[in-house]
């Protein structure tokens, strides 16, 4: 009898879950988990303010729900189960949109292409994916390009030196390819270009194969919260209709890829 008045109960209390949207509407605000440190989506400026494509892209989705977009730093190994923690209400930090990420998570419509590349040191003698046979790669922790690295091995039938590193950011995986310590450092192109302005020591090589699909970055929600993903899904599509996403993306990319993104979410 407790049982049934506790399904009972919750039916009609709303979401049990924290970042249902009648939540975030009654709290005035979306808490969102990112790591900070993944230039240009977050990062902090010389000034030590939180700046990024993100952070633009959250403020305006906040203003359009009437409400305080607010972040929150998290370890990115662990940012899924941290939402389910209760930690944050979604996550909005760059994410690539993953088959083995949808298996716990709904993603919203795509904000942001998120194609795989690699950087080296120009004078490293890597020229593409294949010249990595006997190198030591590396990628970030709880990123798709781990994987990616493995099937690009099994692809081309190339072995790496050891096994392959993940690092928890990447100025650490810069820091190491200086050092000689890691050869190349797979991420997301745009990413790992906006580097690459700042060093002309590195260079980026295209990471793509037809054994992994067209990547998009995407927003994450719990299973649960398709009230909130649908309310951010409809942001992102008036956002992409009046300019805004394009302005923002020009800002930080120096160009819009706003015509190349679905207008549906990634599923599998």
């Given at each position: 009898m407790k049982t049934i008045s506790l399904i009972i109960a919750l039916l009609f209390s709303g979401s049990v879950f924290a970042g249902a949207l009648d939540d975030v509407k009654s709290a005035g605000k979306f808490v969102f988990g990112l790591e900070v440190g993944y230039k240009p989506f977050e990062y902090m400026d010389d000034s030590g303010k939180l700046v990024g494509y993100d952070i633009d892209v959250s403020k305006e989705i906040g203003r359009r729900l009437g409400v305080e977009a607010v972040h929150q730093d998290t370890n990115w190994s662990t940012v899924i189960q941290t939402m389910y923690d209760g930690g944050f209400d979604l996550i909005l930090?760059?994410?690539?949109?993953?088959?083995?990420?949808?298996?716990?998570?709904?993603?919203?419509?795509?904000?942001?292409?998120?194609?795989?590349?690699?950087?080296?040191?120009?004078?490293?003698?890597?020229?593409?994916?294949?010249?990595?046979?006997?190198?030591?790669?590396?990628?970030?922790?709880?990123?798709?390009?781990?994987?990616?690295?493995?099937?690009?091995?099994?692809?081309?039938?190339?072995?790496?030196?050891?096994?392959?590193?993940?690092?928890?950011?990447?100025?650490?995986?810069y820091e190491a390819m200086r050092s000689k310590r890691i050869d190349a450092y797979a991420s997301t192109m745009v990413s790992?270009?906006?580097?690459?302005?700042?060093?002309?020591?590195?260079?980026?090589?295209?990471?793509?194969?037809?054994?992994?699909?067209?990547?998009?970055?995407?927003?994450?929600?719990?299973?649960?919260?398709?009230?909130?993903?649908?309310?951010?899904?409809?942001?992102?599509?008036?956002?992409?209709?009046?300019?805004?996403?394009?302005?923002?993306?020009?800002?930080?990319?120096?160009?819009?890829?706003?015509?190349?993104?679905?207008?549906?979410?990634?599923?599998?």
């Amino acid at each position: 009898m407790k049982t049934i008045s506790l399904i009972i109960a919750l039916l009609f209390s709303g979401s049990v879950f924290a970042g249902a949207l009648d939540d975030v509407k009654s709290a005035g605000k979306f808490v969102f988990g990112l790591e900070v440190g993944y230039k240009p989506f977050e990062y902090m400026d010389d000034s030590g303010k939180l700046v990024g494509y993100d952070i633009d892209v959250s403020k305006e989705i906040g203003r359009r729900l009437g409400v305080e977009a607010v972040h929150q730093d998290t370890n990115w190994s662990t940012v899924i189960q941290t939402m389910y923690d209760g930690g944050f209400d979604l996550i909005l930090g760059g994410m690539t949109a993953t088959e083995k990420r949808f298996q716990k998570v709904n993603f919203s419509i795509p904000y942001m292409n998120a194609a795989s590349g690699i950087i080296v040191m120009k004078d490293s003698g890597i020229s593409d994916r294949s010249d990595l046979d006997g190198k030591k790669v590396s990628a970030g922790a709880g990123t798709p390009q781990l994987d990616q690295l493995k099937m690009s091995a099994d692809e081309l039938n190339i072995s790496y030196d050891g096994d392959t590193k993940s690092y928890d950011s990447d100025a650490v995986a810069y820091e190491a390819m200086r050092s000689k310590r890691i050869d190349a450092y797979a991420s997301t192109m745009v990413s790992l270009l906006e580097f690459a302005k700042t060093d002309d020591n590195f260079t980026v090589l295209s990471f793509a194969s037809d054994k992994w699909s067209q990547e998009w970055t995407s927003m994450a929600f719990t299973k649960e919260d398709d009230d909130l993903r649908m309310a951010f899904d409809d942001a992102i599509r008036a956002m992409k209709s009046d300019g805004t996403l394009a302005k923002i993306q020009e800002n930080w990319f120096g160009q819009s890829f706003v015509d190349a993104l679905p207008d549906t979410s990634p599923t599998w």
